[in-house]
């Protein structure tokens, strides 16, 4: 039996997929491909999902970034930042069974991980923590350090 990803391993393999998928106007299934080749790359179904299920929904999530990215413009986003906040954007508004302190906690550390620009901490961790999101039909709500807004 092949040995799934933990949920935080799968996540990361998605937003390199998400950030890789910035600079190219390949596909996500071929943009794992090549990853599966150059990068050893395993398949794990929630990574997948995660992946093609963030661009299926690209237009209504960056249209949420630039809403709440008060004093940014999308195209000032770092690539790095861009993609934990699409990612984060995504698992908050389809992934209902992730907490969104998770999906923001998560998001934080890939950018920590993959930027360690402090400027860049300081903008993914406003946008994040303010911004999004919807939980069903009950609507859309926005997130600061201690749960949803009013």
């Given amino acids: 039996m092949e040995k799934s990803m933990r949920r ?3 996540r990361e393999q998605a937003f390199i997929l998400v950030f890789e998928k910035s600079f190219t106007d390949d596909e ?3 943009i794992l491909e090549t990853a599966k080749f150059s990068r050893e790359l395993e398949d794990d179904p929630f990574m997948i999902r995660l ?3 963030t661009f ?3 237009d209504e ?3 949420l970034i630039e809403k709440y990215s008060i004093g940014w413009k999308k195209q000032r986003i770092s690539r790095v930042a861009l993609a934990a906040m699409r990612l984060c954007c995504y698992e908050m508004l389809y992934e209902t069974d992730i907490p969104a302190s998770v999906s923001i906690n998560e998001a934080v550390e890939l950018a ?3 930027a360690g620009e402090e400027d860049v901490m300081d903008k993914l961790e406003s946008n994040t ?3 999004v999101l919807n939980t069903g039909d009950q609507g859309v709500y926005r997130y600061d350090q201690y749960g949803a807004l009013p």
Wanted: charge should be neutral.
């Fill in 8 to 10: 935080s391993e799968a």
């Fill in 56 to 58: 299926k929904h690209l």
């Fill in 112 to 114: 920590k991980k993959f």
């Fill in 129 to 131: 923590d303010k911004a």
């Fill in 51 to 53: 992946a093609n299920e």
């Fill in 28 to 30: 996500i299934p071929a």
């Fill in 61 to 63: 999530i960056d249209q």
